[in-house]
């Protein structure tokens, strides 16, 4: 268990990636009460940023939530981590067929000129 800044204990058990703000960030951190998400608004600098929300993100919600226990967040989370790895799979999906599909179309294109 670690202190935060508020000076709570923080649950070795609410520690590790969280989905939810990973692929939510800004809608998660506002449902979360936890603004540093928003920083996620800010170009190039959120490639890196997405990453820290993924990472920090059970802390942070921890911290800033009113939770009575560690089940009860565990539970809100949940939700949260489902909902953001179905959209990382739907996302890898989506850019695998894009890819797929522009590969066809060069290489479609690339056999008709040759004639």
């Known amino acids: 268990m670690d202190l935060n800044e508020t000076n709570q204990v923080t649950p070795a058990e609410i520690k590790g990636w969280s989905w939810g703000a990973f692929m939510y960030n800004i809608f998660w951190g506002i449902g979360n009460k936890t603004y540093l998400p928003l920083l996620c608004l800010i170009p190039i600098f959120n490639i890196v940023w997405v990453f ?13 939530g009113d939770y009575k226990d560690v089940e009860t967040f565990k539970a809100v989370q949940a939700t949260w981590n489902r909902a953001g790895f179905v959209q990382f799979i739907i996302s890898i999906i989506f850019i695998a067929v894009y890819i797929l599909s522009l590969i066809l179309i060069f290489s479609t294109m690339s056999h008709n000129s040759t004639y």
């Not at 820290?52 to 800033?64: H, I, L, P, Q």
């Open 52 to 64: 820290v929300c993924g990472f920090k993100g059970n802390e942070w919600a921890w911290e800033k």
